[in-house]
């Protein structure tokens, strides 16, 4: 993990236990950082040592090594799931966890072919997100999609329905594709319903992690009216 906040939720949440702490020496100087290094097992390196051995192109002066936390329960009835179908860049599959975390999802489902929810690129994308969150990885989407007891809503750029025209209430699951070759035949197939997101004309496309934030927080508008 790489980061401030990440390694403050992660401590916040789990505790310190198993944590080894590697610091930037240049960094101990900043409060949050020089505090955190007091609550786990830490080393300080020198900042060109520290800059050559961080996971990330832009590391924050601080890195933790942690336990990987225990599969979280799937809560039934509480919020909405998420279905990841083929989301290979770790960016906007952290940045989903992020949003979906903090619109209120239960659960996010990854098909086989996402990137890695747990690298540190998406680990530093989600902010802790992974650890509210039941993730399931590595899932046959297409066969698990009818045992979730969700209604289930493509995200589609294609679609005849606005998003604000349709209506989210209830266990809904949103499937969101990756921004190649989208959500596949198998699945799109056991969709109860698409939508789109409006957008005005001469603009082709979002991204696919604001397109889902967009469609999270519908979810949560309507969810609170």
Same mark, same amino acid.
């Given at each position: ?19 080894? /702490? ?43 090594? =942690? ?16 279905? /990841? ?19 209120? =999802? ?45 209604? /289930? ?35 799109? =197939? ?20 604001? =397109? ?14």
């Amino acid at each position: 993990m790489d980061g401030v906040h990440l390694v403050q939720s992660y401590l916040e949440r789990f505790g310190p236990e198993g944590v080894e /702490l590697v610091v930037k020496r240049s960094a101990m100087k900043h409060p949050e950082i020089g505090a955190l290094a007091q609550q786990a097992r830490s080393t300080a390196l020198s900042d060109s040592l520290f800059d050559e051995v961080a996971p990330v192109e832009f590391p924050l002066g601080i890195l933790a090594v =942690a336990p990987m936390p225990g599969a979280i329960a799937l809560s039934q009835g509480r919020g909405f799931q998420v279905l /990841l179908d083929g989301v290979r860049d770790p960016g906007n599959v952290g940045a989903i966890l992020r949003s979906a975390a903090a619109a209120g =999802a239960s659960a996010v489902h990854l098909s086989s072919d996402c990137a890695d929810p747990w690298s540190p690129k998406c680990l530093r994308g989600g902010m802790g997100a992974q650890f509210l969150l039941a993730v399931q990885e590595h899932r046959s989407l297409a066969l698990d999609a009818g045992g979730l007891g969700a209604r /289930l809503i493509a995200c589609t750029t294609d679609a005849e329905t606005s998003l604000f025209d349709a209506h989210l209430g209830g266990n809904v699951g949103f499937i969101v594709g990756g921004e190649g070759p989208g959500i596949s035949p198998e699945l799109l =197939a056991q969709a109860q319903a698409r939508i789109r997101v409006p957008m005005r004309p001469g603009v082709e496309s979002l991204n696919v992690g604001a =397109a889902a934030a967009v469609c999270f927080y519908e979810w949560a508008r309507q969810a609170n009216a």
